[in-house]
């Protein structure tokens, strides 16, 4: 009796604690989930006019942009906005020292003068169904893992290829729930995507890497493209026959801004979270990985600092490496000390307590969940230890920008060993790598890569004795450079072909077999090879081995878990799919006799300005507008103009240049990023530091608008003021 009444008293808790903030909701579920709280949170649309396949609907209006970031359709033309961050790669490949869109923006001032992107592409969420009956058919408790994965990849395909007879679009089939739970994504992608618009990065990547994951923040955070079809207003290559896209739907903008306690919501596409994790798993990410991931990322930042400060071409080539190195290590350092200032391994422990209890320990209450949490400590402990290998050879040595491009030329590499291949499949192939190899000299610099691969190989070989296994060819290389691993790196580069163009290309421009052996003895490639062969052979078995176990035992756990609290509504965890999250408008207190606000404005610009740091150079135009409080109809009734803003909506990697919206479903800002504070938010949510941050629609406007004179963009709108 005592046992029931704990239970029940704790699932009443579970209940009562649940925040409304809190989730990542499957779109096609929030009639039956969501839709009475988010009404009486404050939104006035109903979950049809949010998700609906028979008629347009918000979906229709939300893009997955590239492979990772989210964007929404703003015109009847085509018109999409996305964050600076998100089509950074195509704004760096478009710039040269001669046309530096990175550095000073770009603006279409007609569609003829729109830039082309090959390989990005935007992809439309046509419809979404749950098709776990038809994916488990035939799979059966008894079946090895094995065999379970065998049957329900044979159903996939077959779901999948009906899906897409005699139609263009593609299929995705997720699992949610860890595999309780199976749908089927159908997408429209398009692949004519025109660049029309961007700020300069002193606007556009204001604050920079220093205020990245931080609040207060002033960042400009968008970039425009134009998605073209072709004349049916089908997805079709690039032409320059091509036409504008016809939407289903466009959002409207408001220009009403934001009150605190204001509804609003997220419809975007979040990468990936990880909320159900028992607390080994919680542990191991906090306390063996995220150190090691920060302490190397931090090195490499460094020495790629002290060129970038020095040189402008160098700062433009190293530009999104650097931000992509940069925004994973501020990440995980938020992260960690988000989830041990709640205590989060020691909550995860708790619940686990809870849960032993819940499975019963005596014959008569023996659930089928009993072992569960033993078996998970049997499988982490030996993991940890691999893990940790893995990630310092991941960051570290295998982090080298030429050890990577060397590892690369492993196919031609094989296929010159193979009797069955033809000298002209060998030719052509290294034609290829002829191609590649302009790609990757564009933006390397030789002195960088080689003094990032001595620092690594010291941090590996010196700082991870005990933490990892120590491979063979750092003995050997010890040995043979008598401990100076400077010298060693000064070697490996001056007598590899890869830290060459000329060398490189001299190699690949008349390539025969024979030539193959001048790759087989590089000794950049020897290193690559070696350490890819060490993590496949010896530390790769050590964590697939861990992944079978996982993927047994986690599917089982999430079961168990919304069995163990069936007044619980539970979400599932991002997976790169359209989702829904919302909340409020809201500042917090990030520590002891410290709060902020819930916006940000033009005088925060004016206040960070400093000439002498590249981030916080402001745009003499920009001073200009403020200076003579030039807002047009962007500013606020009190006349300032807004910035910035946070809400509580649970996001994650993938939210980025997701549509912030208020309850009609108009267009408040796109978000760009978390406060740091809550970046632990991806393994647990905690409502009081969780915020996300958007940058205001009313300043975006007003950067298109009065900063760059591209007004034409803005009347193809639909404003509601």
């Given at each position: ?10 699932l ?6 649940l ?60 018109l999409?906005?996305t ?11 478009r ?9 000073d ?7 003829s ?34 065999e ?23 299929a995705?089939?997720?699992?949610f ?5 199976y749908y089927?994504?159908?997408?429209e ?15 556009g ?23 073209y ?10 032409s ?50 995220n ?41 995980w ?8 200032r ?48 893995e ?41 290829k790598y ?13 002195q ?8 690594m ?14 491979p ?23 007598k590899?072909?890869f ?17 193959v ?13 070696q350490?890819?062969?060490y ?56 520590e ?7 916006y ?22 920009l ?64 409502p ?32 509601i003021?």
């Open positions: 009796m005592t046992r029931i009444f704990f239970v029940s008293f704790f009443l808790l579970s209940t009562l604690n925040h409304a903030e809190e989730g990542m909701w499957i779109p096609l579920l929030l009639e039956q989930k969501n839709q009475t709280d988010m009404q009486s949170m404050g939104l006035k649309l109903t979950a049809a006019d949010i998700y609906n396949v028979n008629q347009s609907s918000l979906k229709d209006a939300i893009v997955l942009f590239g492979g990772g970031c989210t964007g929404e359709v703003v015109s009847d033309q085509g999409i906005l964050n600076h961050h998100c089509g950074f790669g195509q704004i760096q490949a710039s040269t020292i001669e046309h530096d869109y990175l550095t923006g770009f603006w279409a001032m007609n569609q003068e729109e830039l082309p992107n090959p390989g990005l592409t935007v992809s439309f969420l046509v419809s979404m169904s749950d098709v776990t009956s038809e994916v488990l058919q035939g799979v059966t408790p008894q079946m090895s893992m094995n379970r994965y065998k049957k329900i990849r044979s159903n996939t395909s077959v779901i999948k290829r009906k899906a897409t007879e005699g139609n263009h679009y593609e995705q089939i997720r699992p729930y860890y595999g309780n739970e089927l994504m159908i997408y992608i398009f692949t004519d995507i025109r660049l029309v618009g961007t700020p300069p990065s002193n606007i990547k204001f604050g920079g890497d220093t205020d990245n994951w931080i609040w207060p923040r002033h960042t400009g955070d968008f970039s425009i493209f134009r998605i079809a072709g004349t049916d207003n089908k997805p079709a290559p690039y320059k026959d091509n036409i504008p896209f016809k939407p289903r739907r466009h959002l409207s903008i408001s220009l009403k801004g934001i009150q605190p306690g204001d509804f609003t919501f997220v419809y975007g596409f979040p990468g990936r979270t990880e909320e159900y994790l028992p607390a080994q798993g919680v542990d191991l990410a906090v306390n063996i990985v150190p090691i991931r920060i302490a190397l990322r931090e090195i490499r930042l460094g020495i790629i600092n002290s060129y970038s400060e020095k040189n402008d071409t160098i700062r433009l080539r190293y530009a999104a490496k650097h931000a992509g190195i940069a925004n994973g290590w501020k990440k350092i938020g992260e960690s000390r988000g989830i041990k709640i205590k989060g391994v020691e909550i995860k422990k708790e619940f686990e307590t809870r849960f032993a209890n819940w499975t019963g320990v005596d014959e008569v209450e023996q659930s089928p969940y009993a072992g569960l949490l033993a078996a998970f400590d049997e499988a982490y402990t030996p993991y940890k230890h691999w893990k940790a290998t990630t310092w050879l991941n960051e570290s040595v295998l982090s080298v920008e030429a050890i990577r491009f060397a590892r690369s030329f492993a196919p031609l590499v094989d296929l010159c060993a193979s009797k069955d291949s033809s000298d002209q499949s060998i030719k052509t192939l290294a034609q002829t191609r590649s190899t302009d790609g990757f000299y564009k933006n390397y610099e030789v960088i890569d080689r003094e990032i691969l001595a620092a190989l010291e941090m590996y070989i010196v700082k991870a004795a005990g933490e990892a296994e120590q063979t060819v750092f003995t050997n290389l010890i040995k043979k450079y008598k401990g100076n691993l400077k010298i060693a790196a000064d070697d490996l580069f001056r590899s072909v830290t060459s163009k000329n060398r490189l290309s001299g190699l690949l421009g008349n390539f025969h077999r024979k030539d052996k001048k790759i087989e003895n590089d000794p950049l490639y020897q290193l690559a090879f350490l890819t062969d993590n496949k052979q010896i530390v790769n078995p050590h964590i697939v081995e861990f992944d079978r176990k996982f993927d047994s035992l986690m599917p089982l756990y999430m079961k168990a878990q919304m069995e163990m609290q069936p007044g619980k509504k539970f979400f599932p965890d991002a997976n790169s799919t359209l989702r829904i999250s919302y909340g409020k408008v809201n500042g917090y207190v990030p002891d006799g410290a709060s902020y606000n819930y940000t404005t033009l005088n925060g610009i004016m206040e960070k300005e400093n000439p002498e740091v590249y981030d916080y150079v402001v745009e003499p135009k001073k200009s507008l403020y200076n003579s409080k030039d807002y047009g109809r962007y500013a606020d009734a009190s006349g300032e103009m807004h910035t910035c803003f946070i809400a509580t909506n649970h996001t994650t990697g993938g939210n980025s240049g997701s549509p912030v919206m208020n309850g009609e479903g108009q267009l408040l800002g796109l978000n760009f990023d978390r406060c740091w504070e809550g970046t632990m938010s991806d393994l647990m949510y905690d009081d530091k969780c915020r996300n941050i958007s940058l205001d629609i009313r300043y975006c406007l007003f950067i298109i608008d009065k900063f760059a004179g591209a007004g034409h963009l803005v009347k193809e709108m639909t404003i003021e």
